[in-house]
């Protein structure tokens, strides 16, 4: 008896492993053809180069009689290669699907034996983590070039924590936006309109400390004060029990990103068999 049941177990391991090995295969598939095109990857560390260099510059000229930000012109340098770090990342997967869905690709692709949104998502994943890694070890070269300085290693630790989880759930909203074009058909404008949000509700260039009380209180009713100045603010001020904090709110706005993703999923699987594909 006891050896059917390790049996049972065993398929049933099976089973679970097999879809998993299916996402996995889609994501190393994605990463080698990351890895043969680099020309896009070198386009972005060029600009992280070119906005860390002015802002670096901009931030030494303004603030040269007396600092109105938090840590001054060098900090501020680390607080912007982390948000940059965060948004220069992520793949443009929105792109990908509303391509799908314009062009028709998209009935096919969803009578695969696989979720649509999972192999999407798995191929941005790779390509997620590969700009993740080589887009984090230029940061930190450029930030120390044009700061002079370096946080203390708890800092970069606790900044690149939150910030690797903060961009997973940035690729679920991208995903989301692309899903939209199930009604909308061009994602541009709801695409903008997130970008904007980071910029501003985010504090992309800068810190929301020096925001005024009422468009902090705005932001903090949004997901983007966790995903972008949560983790450039703890690069200069590190604090474990925030950084704790804020992955438990990236956290809680994942599993809401999820279940965005899969709605949208399953209501454009509607759309299409009302309409014939």
Request: charged share 15%; glycine share 10%.
């Amino acid at each position: 008896m006891t050896q059917g049941m390790n049996l049972e177990a065993r398929s049933q391991l099976a089973e679970l492993r097999l879809p998993l090995q299916k996402y996995l295969a889609v994501a190393a598939l994605s990463l080698r053809l990351r890895l043969a095109e680099r020309a896009a990857l070198w386009g972005r560390i060029v600009f992280y180069f070119v906005i860390l260099m002015i802002y670096s510059r901009l931030w030494q000229a303004v603030l040269a009689g007396g600092s109105g930000l938090d840590h001054g012109a060098s900090g501020n340098v680390w607080y912007l290669a982390v948000t940059e770090w965060i948004i220069l990342a992520q793949p443009p997967i929105y792109l990908a699907i509303e391509s799908d869905v314009r062009n028709g690709d998209i009935a096919y692709l969803l009578a695969r034996p696989m979720s649509y949104v999972g192999s999407k998502l798995a191929e941005a994943a790779a390509d997620l983590v590969l700009r993740l890694i080589v887009l984090g070890a230029a940061g930190m070269t450029f930030a120390r070039f044009f700061s002079g300085q370096w946080p203390s290693a708890e800092g970069l630790l606790l900044a690149a924590m939150v910030g690797a989880a903060a961009s997973v759930v940035q690729l679920l909203s991208l995903a989301a936006i692309g899903l939209s074009a199930f009604w909308v058909h061009e994602c541009t404008g709801i695409y903008l309109i997130w970008q904007k949000c980071n910029f501003i509700l985010g504090g992309l260039m800068l810190p929301l400390s020096i925001y005024p009380d009422w468009l902090r209180t705005l932001a903090g009713w949004s997901p983007f004060p966790a995903l972008l100045y949560g983790a450039g603010s703890l690069v200069m001020a590190p604090d474990p029990e925030r950084a704790l904090h804020l992955l438990l709110e990236i956290a809680g706005w994942g599993a809401l990103g999820v279940g965005v993703v899969l709605g949208l999923e399953r209501r454009g699987r509607r759309i299409l068999d009302i309409h014939g594909g």
